[in-house]
């Protein structure tokens, strides 16, 4: 089990007062693919950065059990969690071109991630980077790993920052969001990867997303979040056949091609959801 995660709750101390920003998720994922839906608010990516304890001061973390491949994230120090973010667990981040630093070459920064964890020499570290970029498909790595990341695309930046994060042969990667600003075309290519990479080295992947029909094609599993709760958790092929209004209602408002609605449906929500 690479992630037992119960009870999770995380709030933030505020001028006003306390407010829980996640409020009792409880989940466990070993080597599948899991996904996070919702809207946006819900949650889905403070549960990520708690479980790598990457939030804001001022947030608080509390739960019954929050176990990342048998560390305990709640007692670790500082120095047990550099061990494993990044090389136990990447993290992809929504949009490369505020991830990458636009003031080192692709090639060094892939370098530096793969060194970071691995050791070795620059010319080693360099070696690898254009393996692990020929790894991701891309066409000419020796050329790219010269280039600066304004001089690439959306879909090759986040080619590059999945290369970064596969250096130290992570046993999780958390893909937080990582074809929302890619256009439908390089969105299908990404997640290909993804799937074929994750596949081949029998990692975990946990997807955040706000789009149900790429999670249930995709993924093996779904988690529905709304207002810090998980609402539902069902297999992904019977995300069609969901229990819970709330993601009954989501599956609603998607647009249709084959069932074209002359006006879409508006969310209704209920108080009692936020009990449940």
């Known amino acids: 089990m690479l992630v037992d995660i119960q009870n ?16 009792g998720v409880s989940f466990k994922i070993g080597t599948e693919k899991l996904g996070i839906v ?9 549960t990520a950065r708690a479980l790598m304890r990457l939030l804001p001061p001022n947030a608080r973390i509390d739960a019954d059990r929050l176990n990342f491949d048998g560390t305990d994230i709640l007692k670790a120090d500082e120095r047990t ?5 990044g090389k136990r667990a990447g993290f992809i981040l929504q949009d490369p071109k505020y991830s990458l630093n636009p003031v080192m070459t692709i090639g ?6 793969w060194r970071q964890h691995k050791g070795g020499s620059r010319k080693q570290a360099l070696e690898a980077a254009v393996d692990l970029l020929d790894q991701v498909r891309i066409r000419d790595p020796r050329r790219v790993c ?17 290369a970064m994060m596969l250096a130290p042969d992570p046993a999780l990667l958390i ?3 990582p074809t929302s600003a890619l256009d439908a075309t390089v969105q299908a290519e990404i997640l290909r990867l993804m799937e074929d990479l994750v596949s ?3 990692m975990g992947l946990i997807l955040i997303s706000h789009d149900l029909p790429l999670v249930s094609h995709f993924c093996d599993r779904v988690a529905v979040m709304y207002a810090g709760h998980v609402m539902e ?12 209004p709330y993601t009954k209602g989501l599956l609603n408002c998607l647009p249709s091609l084959t069932h074209p609605k002359p006006r879409l449906p508006v969310l209704t929500r209920d108080a009692a959801w936020l009990q449940s």
């Not at 809207?39 to 990516?45: I, M, P, V």
């Not at 069902?234 to 056949?241: E, P, Y």
Request: hydrophobic share 35%; proline share 1%.
């Open 175 to 177: 893909a937080d969001e």
């Open 38 to 46: 919702g809207e946006s608010g819900s949650g889905k990516s403070l």
């Open 108 to 113: 060094r920064q892939v370098a530096e991630s």
């Open 146 to 162: 010269d280039l600066y990341p304004h001089e690439v695309s959306g879909g090759m930046g986040q080619r590059v920052m999945i």
């Open 8 to 23: 999770l709750r995380v709030s933030f101390a505020t001028r006003t007062g306390t407010f829980e920003a996640v409020r």
């Open 233 to 244: 958790e069902l297999s992904a092929g019977t995300l069609a056949q969901a229990k819970h």
């Open 81 to 85: 969690m550099r061990g494993i973010r």
């Open 200 to 202: 081949k080295r029998g």
